[in-house]
């Protein structure tokens, strides 16, 4: 199994190529299916869950070839609707092909997603969602089992939570569904407006693109297109927080400000110059101490959740104490005992965790359990004395593209160590 061993104590510094957002990438790959002719999606990064979706697809009988950062796809050679549990239990955003294969092919066998460490991730959203639109929902043998006579139904949709994959399959089955169908208390993340201008560019009708409600007006069929995955906003922000985190200076090109100015406006908190271009974001802290700030993750345009384990790792050195609290996910503190072991001081209670920033983190070997903790170890690792040894760092393997030449091009001192 992967390990990190990374030697802390450097100041970060130099320039970062953000690669294509895994969260966008998902979902436009789900969309594709819904292509009558060819199309080719650029910007796609090199990714675990990537590579996972794309053997999904190419499993439902499309013909798709990934190479460098482009996947090229052929949606008419699609020969079957059944989304295996052996693929889906690894990468949980495979229940995105639910809505595409039900809208195109009026049918769909997927295996319900697994829970994952941090929280039970139901879906019932997204079958309620396309309930509403005319499909009959059976779940049994832990398979969601989807039909439809004929094609769905346009409706009226309702979340009852903010729900980023829900908002996703309900909006590309829309596309196809007959009539109107609003979405309401869709997501607003910039993942699903980059969903949307894709399937715009596809033949699809959509209203309120970046609002809370979308008007989808169904079409007959979607033609191919050639699109771009929108920058990481969460891979930017994770490499901002180094240099957060190491008094350092980073800039973050081919990305965009506007993707993640709540997450830039916490680092002005903090103490840090962040400099806004129109594709690349500076973050110079000036050989500071960060300063601990507070926050409550939400629903975007508010803080992502996304980014709360690396800015509780920035927090856990920075001056004064800070109260996190974590509105999306019933168990998202997985990292507060790793960096406990590291020196951290951290105080949890349910959803709440009030960090006291401490002078300095000390190296101890540390276990990564999610993707977004992973990172928040690594940041720990950076600051501290010492040599740290990450364990478990498939994790990270599903979210960061290249993350270790990405880190030493900034003066990192981390390397791949296999056990
Ligand atoms: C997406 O997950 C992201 N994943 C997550 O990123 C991200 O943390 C999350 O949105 C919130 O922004 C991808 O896009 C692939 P939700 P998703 O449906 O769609 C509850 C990362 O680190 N809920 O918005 O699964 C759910 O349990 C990952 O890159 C229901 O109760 O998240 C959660 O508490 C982690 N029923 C809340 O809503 C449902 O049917 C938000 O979940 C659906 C969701």
Redesign the pocket.
Known sequence: MDKFLIQGGNKLEGEVRISGA???A??LLAAMILAETPMTLRNVPNLK?VNTLVKLIGGLGVTISYAGDTVISDASTLDNQFAPYELVKTM??S??VLGPLLARYGEAKVSL?GG?A???????????ALEALGAQIEVENGYVHAKVDGRLKGGEVI??????????NILIAATLAEGVTTIRNA?R?P?ITDLAQMLIKMGAKIEGLDTDTLIVTGVEKLHGCEYAVVADR?ETGSYLAAAAMTGGRVKTTHTDPALLECVLEKFEEMGAEVTRGDDWIELDMMGKRPKAVSFRTL??PDF???MQAQLMAVNAIGRGFATISET???N?FMHVPELSRMGANIQVEGNDAVVTGVDKLSAAPVMAT???ASFSLVLAALAAEGETLVDRIYHID??YEDIEAKLQSIGAQIKRVSE
Do not use: W, Y
């Open positions: 895994k969260n966008a998902l979902p869950d949980r955003a229940i995105l997603p994952c941090i929280g039970s991730r139901p879906v019932d959203q997204h079958l309620k979340f009852d939570m903010v729900t980023v994959g829900g908002t996703e997501a993340e993942e969460i629903p975007h992502p959740t996304d999306i996910f019933e998202r999610d993707l977004r599903r979210g």
